[in-house]
């Protein structure tokens, strides 16, 4: 089989990894890539979100199967168009990749449903949104409808932060039309979990639980990031846990997807806090998570490609989707200055033993060289028995890895691990 994978992260990296254990993976190509994967797929320098380009080089290319990846090619129609093209998808269509495409969507339906999730109320002018402030409980969570590289969300502890972060989004318009409209939640309170599931619209399998660290810096502090590191699964995420979120969360919201009209087939990431009432969303993303898949799929013992097929064919039921019951821990590396200023064009240097184990996200070939290219430059995986085996493996790993002015967190897990200690 020839296969296309759209998009160029670390999450891409993984995904073409699990892809290639498949015999049938004959070839895979991942458009655009990135110098690290290309030692794993051939890279085509077409962007994630040229819809045209994609389906022009899959047509030309007589592509089998493509899997798209990010969440921007899916919400503009990218698996519609490769399917009216003949070629099948791993990945939901327009129409269903709303339920992150717009937060305004995603929480009209859960409300609409009964699907539990935080108190909310939406607005299309900052000027009711600032007077809704006035008396709203504090604190609040103000979301950007829509897109917004996954840092549309603010939390606000103080009503004049709250004021503000209305200002930035609508007003100063920093994510652009993502912010033409708003939603100010509840804050809840809880640990939070992630969980990447494989539906075809009828049958749900959800994947091994995650945790991701999002602030940059190390005692959860700094900016809001891409992902930092991420281990599975998560301590918080018991079996009775899991039965409540399968019942009242996962299954009612593919049934409310179909009653819609708007069939969900692909993976879809419920991020979820376990607050004193129970199992709540805090949001739907419409394909797996970065950095969680590079935790997930290191864990999955049954083959990816086949299970993809399988969704895409509607026939989820008939396969069986097994996981190891083994831990795993990702660190990530990153420029210095990363979320916001870095520099790039660093030489990155990995023994060759430690190959296997990383993901790359940021980075491109120059003069024969890897150099950073980005914010996040590479993921470090590895699995064992215990969650403190593999931190303690990832750790060394990272020590074994250079590139100047690189940094990362010192405290990937430790919060699991303590919860661990108490369940």
């Given at each position: 089989?020839?296969?296309?994978?759209?998009?160029?992260?670390?999450?891409?990296?993984?995904?073409?990894?699990?892809?290639?254990?498949?015999?049938?993976?004959?070839?895979?190509?991942?458009?655009?890539?990135?110098?690290?994967?290309?030692?794993?797929?051939?890279?085509?320098?077409?962007?994630?979100?040229?819809?045209?380009?994609?389906?022009?080089?899959?047509?030309?290319?007589?592509?089998?199967?493509?899997?798209?990846?990010?969440?921007?090619?899916?919400?503009?129609?990218?698996?519609?168009?490769?399917?009216?093209?003949?070629?099948?998808?791993?990945?939901?269509?327009?129409?269903?990749?709303?339920?992150?495409?717009?937060?305004?969507?995603?929480?009209?339906?859960?409300?609409?449903?009964?699907?539990?999730t935080a108190r909310y109320e939406t607005f299309d002018s900052a000027e009711k949104a600032l007077d809704y402030l006035m008396t709203a409980p504090i604190p609040?969570?103000?979301?950007?409808?829509?897109?917004?590289?996954?840092?549309?969300?603010?939390?606000?502890?103080?009503?004049?932060?709250?004021?503000?972060?209305?200002?930035?989004?609508?007003?100063?318009?920093?994510?652009?039309?993502?912010?033409?409209?708003?939603v100010i939640e509840e804050f809840l309170e809880g640990p939070e979990v992630s969980v990447l599931a494989f539906t075809d619209g009828k049958t749900v399998v959800?994947?091994?639980?995650?945790?991701?660290?999002?602030?940059?810096?190390?005692?959860?502090?700094?900016?809001?990031?891409?992902?930092?590191?991420?281990?599975?699964?998560?301590?918080?995420?018991?079996?009775?846990?899991?039965?409540?979120?399968?019942?009242?969360?996962?299954?009612?919201?593919?049934?409310?997807?179909?009653?819609?009209?708007?069939?969900?087939?692909?993976?879809?990431?419920?991020?979820?806090?376990?607050?004193?009432?129970?199992?709540?969303?805090?949001?739907?993303?419409?394909?797996?998570?970065?950095?969680?898949?590079?935790?997930?799929?290191?864990?999955?013992?049954?083959?990816?490609?086949?299970?993809?097929?399988?969704?895409?064919?509607?026939?989820?039921?008939?396969?069986?989707?097994?996981?190891?019951?083994?831990?795993?821990?990702?660190?990530?590396?990153?420029?210095?200055?990363?979320?916001?200023?870095?520099?790039?064009?660093?030489?990155?240097?990995?023994?060759?033993?430690?190959?296997?184990?990383?993901?790359?996200?940021?980075?491109?070939?120059?003069?024969?060289?890897?150099?950073?290219?980005?914010?996040?430059?590479?993921?470090?995986?590895?699995?064992?028995?215990?969650?403190?085996?593999?931190?303690?493996?990832?750790?060394?790993?990272?020590?074994?890895?250079?590139?100047?002015?690189?940094?990362?967190?010192?405290?990937?897990?430790?919060?699991?691990?303590?919860?661990?200690?108490?369940?």
């Amino acid at each position: 089989m020839k296969i296309l994978v759209v998009g160029g992260g670390g999450r891409e990296h993984a995904i073409i990894k699990k892809l290639k254990e498949n015999p049938n993976a004959e070839k895979i190509y991942a458009l655009p890539g990135n110098g690290g994967i290309s030692r794993d797929a051939e890279c085509v320098d077409i962007g994630a979100k040229d819809i045209d380009a994609i389906v022009a080089f899959a047509v030309k290319n007589t592509i089998d199967y493509a899997v798209v990846a990010p969440d921007d090619p899916l919400v503009l129609g990218c698996v519609d168009a490769l399917e009216a093209n003949g070629i099948p998808c791993f990945g939901p269509r327009a129409n269903a990749a709303v339920i992150e495409g717009s937060k305004v969507f995603a929480k009209d339906l859960m409300k609409k449903y009964g699907i539990p999730t935080a108190r909310y109320e939406t607005f299309d002018s900052a000027e009711k949104a600032l007077d809704y402030l006035m008396t709203a409980p504090i604190p609040t969570v103000i979301k950007a409808d829509g897109l917004a590289l996954g840092k549309g969300v603010i939390i606000a502890d103080t009503r004049e932060k709250a004021f503000d972060a209305v200002r930035t989004i609508m007003s100063d318009r920093k994510f652009g039309s993502s912010g033409d409209r708003i939603v100010i939640e509840e804050f809840l309170e809880g640990p939070e979990v992630s969980v990447l599931a494989f539906t075809d619209g009828k049958t749900v399998v959800p994947m091994v639980s995650s945790m991701d660290h999002k602030r940059a810096l190390d005692g959860d502090k700094g900016l809001n990031t891409g992902g930092m590191g991420t281990i599975a699964p998560n301590p918080y995420y018991t079996k009775e846990i899991a039965e409540r979120c399968y019942e009242e969360i996962f299954m009612p919201t593919v049934k409310a997807m179909n009653a819609e009209g708007r069939t969900f087939k692909g993976c879809l990431y419920f991020g979820l806090m376990i607050t004193k009432d129970g199992p709540k969303v805090i949001e739907y993303n419409c394909r797996f998570g970065d950095p969680e898949t590079q935790v997930v799929l290191p864990l999955m013992k049954s083959d990816l490609l086949d299970t993809m097929l399988a969704v895409t064919e509607g026939r989820l039921d008939s396969v069986n989707v097994e996981f190891y019951d083994k831990a795993a821990a990702c660190v990530i590396m990153a420029s210095k200055g990363y979320p916001e200023h870095y520099e790039k064009g660093f030489t990155i240097t990995v023994p060759d033993d430690e190959q296997d184990n990383v993901y790359f996200a940021g980075a491109t070939v120059k003069d024969g060289n890897l150099v950073t290219s980005g914010g996040r430059v590479l993921g470090v995986t590895k699995t064992a028995d215990t969650l403190a085996e593999a931190l303690e493996l990832a750790y060394a790993s990272v020590k074994r890895i250079s590139f100047e002015n690189s940094f990362y967190r010192t405290d990937i897990g430790k919060k699991a691990l303590k919860a661990g200690d108490i369940h």
